[in-house]
């Protein structure tokens, strides 16, 4: 069975963080939080450095310092209003999936957040990855209605994996 998101590693810290199973298991549970079919989509992830998605951040959004996440949708599919979800896409078929987008997130800045935080690293990058699949699903977090639908997403998908609400511990 092909893998449900194609991982490029392009930094080999990420093999013995086991990201192509992490990712899997990440959009197998968003998919199923919204009923979407996993064989009628695909998307490619990119496992990477601080250097790396510091270049992606100034290239793509004007800031030039590394981040955690990045999502790069393959087309806009925005909430038409704040703090409603976004219309989900129309899914592909095994043979032509539709296309969601790519994601990049940096070993760097996941390892040192999950230390800081006291958080699971695997669990860490588990709630990154589900992030980065909201976003090319046309969720977003810019105000807080819309970061509200977001978050309460999230939170309900990485309860169904056994992952404490990420969130909780940043609101105390």
Same mark, same amino acid.
């Given at each position: 069975?092909?893998?449900?998101?194609?991982? =490029?590693?392009? &930094?080999? !810290?990420?093999?013995?963080?086991?990201?192509?199973?992490?990712? $899997?298991?990440?959009?197998?549970?968003?998919?199923?939080?919204?009923?979407?079919?996993? +064989?009628?989509?695909?998307?490619?992830?990119?496992?990477? &450095?601080?250097? !790396? #998605?510091?270049?992606?951040?100034?290239?793509?959004?004007?800031?030039?310092?590394?981040?955690?996440?990045?999502?790069?949708?393959?087309?806009?599919?925005?909430?038409?209003?704040?703090?409603?979800?976004?219309?989900? +896409?129309? +899914?592909? %078929?095994?043979? @032509?999936?539709?296309?969601?987008? $790519? #994601?990049? #997130?940096?070993? %760097?800045?996941?390892? !040192?957040?999950?230390?800081?935080?006291?958080?699971?690293?695997?669990?860490?990058?588990?709630?990154? =990855?589900?992030?980065?699949?909201?976003?090319?699903?046309?969720? &977003?977090? #810019? %105000? &807080?209605? @819309?970061? $509200? =639908?977001?978050?309460?997403?999230?939170?309900?998908?990485?309860?169904?994996?056994?992952? %404490? $609400?990420?969130?909780?511990?940043?609101?105390?």
């Amino acid at each position: 069975m092909e893998p449900l998101v194609d991982t =490029v590693i392009e &930094d080999p !810290r990420w093999e013995g963080a086991n990201l192509p199973a992490l990712a $899997d298991k990440a959009a197998t549970a968003a998919f199923a939080a919204l009923g979407l079919p996993e +064989p009628g989509f695909s998307l490619c992830l990119m496992g990477c &450095d601080d250097a !790396r #998605i510091a270049e992606l951040n100034g290239q793509f959004r004007l800031k030039g310092t590394a981040t955690n996440v990045l999502s790069f949708p393959s087309e806009n599919r925005m909430a038409e209003a704040t703090g409603l979800a976004p219309d989900l +896409p129309e +899914p592909g %078929d095994a043979d @032509d999936p539709e296309e969601l987008g $790519d #994601i990049a #997130i940096s070993y %760097d800045t996941c390892a !040192r957040e999950a230390a800081e935080q006291g958080k699971d690293m695997s669990q860490h990058v588990t709630h990154l =990855v589900v992030h980065g699949i909201l976003h090319l699903l046309g969720y &977003d977090h #810019i %105000d &807080d209605s @819309d970061a $509200d =639908v977001m978050e309460g997403l999230e939170t309900r998908i990485l309860a169904g994996l056994g992952i %404490d $609400d990420p969130y909780r511990a940043t609101q105390l």
